[in-house]
């Protein structure tokens, strides 16, 4: 089973979520943990996606056995401007 580390920005967006979304947040890190999906961001960005609800993403990174857990977007929009900020 691989180890799911939270970079201090993936925390900040968790609390800033509401409680629904947190629940279902914490549903798809124990999907990561147990089978991490391999779905690559396009563009040559190095991170995967998981999409969590309509809106909501979660940003990772797999090194080895570790997930590295870099964001968590609870709406499109911010998610695009994240996005965009590296194509």
């Avoid at 629904?20 to 549903?27: G, T, V």
């Avoid at 190095?46 to 609870?74: D, K, W």
């Amino acid at each position: 089973m691989t180890e799911l580390i939270f970079i201090e920005k993936a925390l900040d967006d968790l609390k800033s979520a509401s409680k629904d979304l947190e629940n279902i947040f914490l549903k798809h890190f124990d999907k990561i943990q147990s089978m991490p999906p391999r779905r690559h961001m396009k563009h040559g960005i190095p991170f995967h996606v998981e999409n969590v609800t309509a809106q909501a993403r979660i940003i990772y990174n797999i090194v080895g056995e570790n997930v590295y857990v870099l964001r968590c977007f609870s709406d499109h929009k911010s998610y695009e401007k994240w996005y965009r900020s590296y194509r």
